[in-house]
């Protein structure tokens, strides 16, 4: 099918052009033949334009000469013939493209009926675009949704499955595979859009994972209450990594600048592992502790492999007795995303009750 409708597609628009550039040339030919024969350019035009078109109105002038007799004869015969043909050339076009659209979505809708197992995109803007190629170069099967005709438009150049519609829509959901997709990444820049989404997805699917993006903090209370398993809020993440570059620059330069910590990465990502660092704010509950009471209280969710000191020591395979102090950064290996890390490492220390007091 992708060999043959560009080759019917081809024939037409190549016949449909000839027809005008025809068309053209003998309008020009038999105006010009009008004009010789005495006739004004108005009058000329208007003589080959009511007789092209078959309208049938009298005469502007009459044709009571031998040679514009020759010329009207010519003028309806090729006249009348190259608009029949011109006719067909343009019903032509517009049958194959209408046609050619038709089998492409019916094989879009064919393929994803096919998938399962698969991901969901909302969303083409800049992450998802970026969301679609990491997932194309990770071998992953994943259907691309959005409401601009542009966006879906670039994600078909680019050869991903692709619908236009509103992710928010059940029916759309459904036609993307919903009930057995594996995940849901609903990536929109509009809170309101992605809390919808999840709610319709969750509605849809119980056991579907949804990963949500928020823009504001306070969104991402309302997208886990709505039914999503994680949150992703880009300006925090990209707030996290700036910091991170300017308290630990080494360790930074080491995590994202070398091409084997990229593909290490990689491999920890396929295992569902995550290779972070993370800064201890003062005032967290884990200043003071050591290191092995952090990796207890935080029940196997994430392990320290690396202390950047503050004053810009360095200790790898930290013991589990070193202590942890504000201003430090942890380099950890951890089971769940850079959130759920942060949130253990900033929670403000437990009040100790004695008595009516709390210390």
């Known amino acids: 099918m992708k060999r043959t409708v560009p080759g019917l597609l081809d024939s037409p628009l190549r016949n449909l052009a000839a027809v005008v550039a025809f068309m053209l040339a003998l309008i020009v030919v038999t105006t010009g033949g009008y004009m010789a024969a005495g006739w004004s350019f108005a009058d000329a035009v208007y003589m080959v334009i009511l007789t092209v078109y078959s309208v049938g109105y009298e005469e502007v002038r009459p044709i009571d000469t031998p040679a514009l007799h020759a010329l009207t004869i010519a003028v309806i015969a090729f006249g009348c013939t190259g608009m029949i043909i011109l006719t067909g050339a343009l019903v032509q076009v517009f049958t194959i493209a209408q046609i050619s659209q038709i089998m492409g979505s019916k094989r879009v809708n064919t393929e994803i009926d096919r998938l399962k197992d698969h991901v969901i995109i909302c969303g083409f803007g800049r992450i998802g675009v970026m969301l679609a190629a990491d997932l194309r170069g990770a071998a992953g099967r994943f259907v691309v949704m959005d409401r601009s005709e542009a966006r879906i438009a670039e994600a078909r150049s680019l050869g991903y499955l692709c619908l236009q519609a509103d992710a928010a829509d059940e029916a759309a959901l459904r036609a993307a595979g919903v ?142 007795t070193v202590r942890v102090e504000a201003g430090d950064g942890l380099l950890v290996v951890s089971r769940a995303e850079i959130a759920a890390v942060t949130t253990i490492l900033q929670a403000p220390p437990e009040r100790v009750r004695a008595g009516r007091s709390r210390f």
């Open 179 to 320: 009930a057995r997709a594996r995940v849901l990444a609903t990536v929109l820049p509009d809170d309101a859009a992605n809390v919808f989404i999840t709610l319709t997805a969750r509605s849809l699917n119980r056991e579907l994972q949804i990963i949500a993006r928020g823009e504001q903090p306070s969104t991402e209370s309302k997208l886990i209450y709505a039914g999503a398993n994680k949150v992703v809020l880009p300006t925090h993440i990209g707030a996290e990594r700036i910091a991170e570059m300017i308290l630990h620059p080494e360790t930074a330069r080491f995590l994202r600048g070398s091409e084997r910590m990229i593909d290490f990465e990689k491999t920890l990502r396929n295992l569902g592992l995550y290779l972070e660092m993370v800064t201890v704010p003062a005032g967290s509950r884990a200043v003071g502790d050591t290191i092995g009471d952090l990796e207890q209280r935080a029940r196997g969710a994430f392990y320290v492999v690396q202390v950047d000191r503050r004053e810009g020591d360095t200790i790898t395979r930290p013991e589990p």
